[in-house]
Structure formats: C-alpha cells, structure tokens
C-alpha cells in the first residue's frame, strides 16, 4: 500500500497569513500516461464529509476559493492556503487515487491563532 | 448535482453483518466515468478505503486487504443504488461510514452524509 504521511499534525496561523501543509507519499503517484499526479486534498470539518478541494495535485475543484492552491509532483506535495479565513479551520487531509486500495492522509488539523 | 443518501442500521452485534445502503441521484450506478466507494473513519484508524464497484462493460471491484475476506459491495441496478455488507464484525468495525463518487481521473469528488455504525452487543 501507498503510505500518505502528513505533517505536521497540527497547524496554528493567524487570520490572514499563510498556512502550509505537506504530504509525502511511500511511493510516487504521477502517472506516466497523462504526466498528471494522483493526489487530492480534501477538508473536513465536524459532522461532515470530506470535501475535495484540490485535484491532480494542484487544480482547485469548481467553486473553490482561489486562495487554496497545492503544488508537488512525484512524493511530494503541499497545500497553501494564502491568507487564512475563519471559515477554513477544518481537518486536511492528502489522498493518493493512483491505484488501490487508495489511501489518505493521517491528517493535519488546522486552527486560528 | 450528484447526491448520495446512506441509510442503514446504526448498531451492529458482534459476529454479526454490518449492511449499508447508498442511493445515488443526479448520475448512474452504472456510467462508465465513475466508480461507487465504500470509505471509513475512525479515530484509531483515520480514513479507510474499503473498496469499490464499477462498470466498464461488466462488473468488476476492488477491496482493500484488511478486509478483504468479510466485504462484498454491490451494485443494485434497477433502483440506481450500491450495497456494502461486512461480514463477522468486531468492535473495531465500528465507524462513520461513507458512500463516495470515484470519478477517476479527478478523484473522489461526491460523499454521503456518513453513517456511524457501533458494533457492540
């Protein structure tokens, strides 16, 4: 199996600043035949599902806020959020699709300063 | 828009089967550009992927390892719906549960509203 390894666990940023959070895959997740990584980033907030924000490794979803945005290629991935909201204090997590059994992230949980 | 509506039981003895519901609307059980998920999240376990229905001129899956011997999805054509059963439950089992939309390339884009399933006699 694809091990996701997330870091760091939690994540304290103030309103407006910047927030990173990376992920590592045991092996990589680009495939060959479209050059196009197989990682998503999804955000969970209580009593709900997650909600898939970033695909392909860094193309945001329809209706997702331009100040997301995820970056990586081959192990290596990592999703900024630019200037922190209210709204985005949630639990991130990195999911690799590139072949079963798919695998996530241990998750990284994000809060207000 | 794509909506997946879980139901099924919440509490589950032990030994027992563990069987959830998924109705999809607003896409098709048996397109050819999705495939119907089955995932779990605990707090000892974090997310898990449990396995997969397709179609892609016949019926195929896919499950995970770890439970691999206990699982069967499947795929309900005449009401637009996929099935999950686990079989031989333990405690560890229990978990919200989720139904999803695998729409590869693009990743797992549609979930259900999750079902916390408690296995305990």
């Known amino acids: 199996d694809i091990v996701m390894t997330q870091s760091p666990d939690s994540l304290a940023v103030s309103l407006g600043e910047r927030a990173t959070i990376n992920c590592k895959s045991s092996?990589?997740?680009?495939?060959?035949?479209?050059?196009?990584?197989?990682l998503a980033w999804y955000q969970q907030k209580p009593g709900q599902p997650p909600k898939l924000l970033i695909y392909?490794?860094?193309t945001r979803e329809s209706g997702v806020p331009d100040r997301f945005s995820g970056s990586g290629s081959g192990t290596d991935f990592t999703l900024t959020i630019s200037s922190l909201q209210a709204e985005d204090v949630a639990v991130y997590y990195c999911?690799?699709?590139?072949?079963?059994?798919?695998?996530f992230g241990q998750g990284t949980n994000l809060e207000i300063k | 828009q794509v909506q997946l509506q879980q139901s099924g039981p919440g509490l589950v003895k032990p030994s027992q089967t563990l069987s959830l519901t998924c109705v999809i609307s607003?896409?098709?059980?048996?397109?050819?550009?999705?495939?119907w998920s089955w995932i779990r999240q605990s707090p000892s376990r974090g997310l898990e992927w449990l396995g997969r229905?397709?179609?892609?001129?016949?019926?195929?899956?896919d499950y995970a390892v770890s439970v691999k011997s206990r699982i069967t999805i499947n795929p309900d054509t005449s009401k637009n719906q996929f099935s999950l059963q686990l079989n031989s439950v333990t405690p560890e089992d229990t978990a919200v549960y989720y139904c999803?939309?695998?729409?590869?390339?693009?990743?797992?884009?549609?979930w259900g509203q999750g079902t916390l399933v408690t296995v305990s006699s």
């Open positions: 392909w490794a860094s």
């Open positions: 999803a939309r695998d729409r590869r390339p693009f990743g797992i884009d549609y």
């Open positions: 999911h690799q699709y590139y072949s079963p059994p798919y695998t």
């Open positions: 092996q990589s997740v680009l495939y060959s035949s479209n050059n196009k990584n197989y």
């Open positions: 229905t397709y179609y892609r001129s016949k019926w195929y899956n």
């Open positions: 607003g896409d098709s059980v048996s397109t050819n550009s999705a495939a």
